[in-house]
């Protein structure tokens, strides 16, 4: 598959401005790494700018080992350590194209009440991953409250948070991978990326895209995070949303293949992936 012209060709004239500025609101005390592998793919697969959202005491203590390129906005944070319910208002007033939340952020309460008032007010792209999904079950109508941003917010659950989303089993999400994507595509008016074997991208028009790039050296932690890091970046370029998903599950499963045939399957990890993206890239042009 060849990437669009948008994504390979730029103008001798551009700068940072042109390539999405993306702000990735993630983290917790004990999953910091799944916030700094986002930000990195974003970084990687394009974006003009990445804004890492931490909480304030993982922000000084990453600091050091993050890629220096990402900037941080050090949040206000909860007694353990994930990002506060208070830190809404200075997420809202920060300056992105594109709004990620969810890796790696943790389920206290106030943190999930944090994604839900995002969720409601931000007039932004959106794309919604892990706990950010874990804080929407339950609360679904949220999605259908929006009006005016529904047709850029994406969601990326795997098997698992989409059964939660829909108060289902795995096994029963695992059967009807596109049908179950497609209706939920749909009902919402938004676009889905149900991750797995075969990833599903639906969107709210009906359409559909099966990948066939990836491998099961995939499967670790991490990975996912990668994939909305990539998402987020396409989206920041002007991709719209079906396609910014469909050619990020294609490039992220390809720079996997790429790094599995280098390091193998059973030890590949998150940030192999990361670094054969320019292959990848290079590979599709």
Request: net charge positive.
């Amino acid at each position: 598959m060849r990437l669009p012209a948008r994504l390979l060709r730029r103008k001798a004239d551009s700068h940072k401005g042109d390539f999405g500025q993306i702000l990735v609101v993630a983290g917790c005390a004990k999953f910091s790494g799944a916030a700094i592998l986002c930000a990195e793919a974003a970084l990687r697969s394009g974006a003009g700018l990445v804004t890492l959202g931490m909480p304030r005491s993982i922000a000084k203590a990453v600091i050091m080992n993050k890629p220096k390129e990402i900037m941080l906005l050090p949040l206000p944070e909860t007694e353990d350590i994930s990002i506060s319910s208070a830190a809404t208002d200075k997420i809202i007033k920060s300056a992105f194209d594109v709004l990620i939340i969810g890796p790696g952020l943790g389920q206290n309460k106030s943190t999930q009440a944090m994604v839900r008032k995002l969720v409601r007010k931000i007039r932004k792209p959106i794309v919604i991953d892990a706990d950010g999904l874990n804080a929407l079950a339950g609360h679904l109508k949220i999605l259908l409250k929006i009006k005016d941003r529904r047709l850029t917010a994406i969601l990326t659950p795997h098997p698992g948070e989409m059964a939660r989303l829909l108060g289902v089993s795995t096994k029963t999400v695992q059967k009807n991978r596109k049908e179950i994507a497609r209706e939920f595509a749909k009902d919402y008016r938004l676009t889905v990326v149900l991750k797995g074997d075969h990833t599903v991208v639906a969107d709210y028009k009906g359409h559909i895209y099966i990948n066939k790039t990836g491998n099961p050296g995939m499967a670790t932690g991490g990975s996912g995070d990668v994939l909305t890091g990539i998402i987020a970046s396409f989206l920041g370029q002007g991709l719209d949303a079906f396609s910014a998903c469909k050619y990020g599950v294609y490039i992220h499963g390809l720079a996997g293949d790429i790094a599995a045939r280098a390091n193998t399957e059973i030890s590949l990890i998150a940030s192999d992936i990361i670094a054969k993206i320019p292959k990848a890239v290079r590979k599709s042009s």
